[in-house]
RNA sequence: UCCUGGGUAGCUCAACUAGGUAGAGCGGUCGGCUGUUAACCGAUUGGUUGGGGGUUCGAGUCCCCCCCCAGGAGCCA
């Protein structure tokens, strides 16, 4: 079965500490797996050529205990990743417990209980560099294009769309709430650096019970000051396709250990297929959905939706009552807003959301009366509009759910190191 | 929060339309095997059937309550 590889010159003198993964032996000769970072290599080890201790050691191990190893590099065809060592040496560091996730089949629950150790195995490594490649590439495309990595803060004193839904917790006798968006600290840092983004967790207290929510997730916010509609949509297109070739070329190997069909993911270059919220709800009464103009689109409209296409797929000018109270009415409609979402193919829902924001401050001030949402908490964002407003656009988008898109997996608490979901937060 | 399905050995499951003191594979352990790929062959180990109460001569199986898990919905990224 194929695994992420440990580069082996031929011929090589070679040490390394690593875990046993995988152990077969026969009388005389074994062979053993050994994970030494991401990667794993085959171990050879003949009885006859190793001191008698050293063969002793191999008869003893365990899966998952770690070791000391010593030997010669040999390229061959015959081992899993194409490259072995021929054992001279092998010491045991600390002899394992039984480990209890098996080659074989387990239960998600039972795999979720064991999240600390799930992670030691060959696919969910494979999802985690996927991850951190695309992390990677997101930092290189903002920075590539001049933007500045603003750190927005976790403990906040009000919500961005809303209190119901947030994480309260107390700070020095007041409330303060775990953020769900870095939105509104960035738009402040926009107009001091232009060009922004931040990149974090976000919280959010809804209890949902989905295959593509959980409770603490990533996200990266871009926020451009002076950007219209139109340039917001050309960035989030360019933006996506850059991270998603890139992430298809660093992390090819990865890909193929998780045995991803990537022909539709080669796809994602600009420009994207592009509907209104009106054009999808006719599009969705045709294909028999129970929709009104007005209704928000859920996780099968969305599937629907994307289904006309083998490229992300952008929604444009939402009605207003959907969407979050910043968002700048459309000119030709004041019932509709100049916000867009971006739809992955294959089911994978919303990754994007994004919008041009309200630059006007009567305008703002009456959108924050309208949603009842508590004034004094937002006095300090209303001051961007006071102090040379402009014009200015962002997005959103979600890690978890990029990364489930690109590694095809179904469930997005296998694409975070340790998924917290509803009523679960161990380990 | 609601709807549906489920909780039996360390793990994955079986024990039937009809209540009769639980069984297999994997793992572990021991032995065998010089090119294995989730190796293979033989032996062996393993259980208060999620918890509590009830019906019954007798409950994994039927009834009630509770707990936990999964899948889905709403909401969203």
Redesign the pocket.
Known sequence: ?KDLPVVIEDGQEIELEGWII?K??????A?LDLRVGPGVV?L?A???ELPAEAWQNIKKV??ESSVKIGGIGKV?S???TGA?IHLKDFEIIHLSE?F?I?????????L?EHRHLWLRSRKQRAYLVIRNELEQSIHDFFYKNGFIRIDSPILTPAACEGTS?LFETDYFGEKAYLSQSGQLYLEPAAAAFRKVYCFGPTF?A?????????ME?W?VEPEVAFMKFEELIKLAEEFLSYIIQRVLEKAAIALEVIERDTTILEKTTPPFPRITYTEAIETLKNKGFPIEWGD?I???E?TALSQETDKPLIITHYPKK?KAFYMQPNPDNPEEVLAMDVIAPEGY?????GSERINDLDLLKKRIEEENLPREAFEWYLDIRKFGSFPHSGF???I??TVAWITGVK??RETIPYPRM???IYP
């Open positions: 079965m995988h077969r032996i026969s009388g005389k000769l062979f085959q050879v003949s009885k006859k365990t899966l061959d015959r081992a899993p072995e039984e209890p098996t080659p074989k089949e387990h239960g998600i629950a039972f979720m839904t959010r809804e209890k949902s019970k989905t295959r593509r929510h959980l997730f996200m928000d859920g996780g099968d969305e959907v829902g919303e990754i994007i959301g959103g988008l979600g978890e759910r469930h997005v509803l009523y679960k």
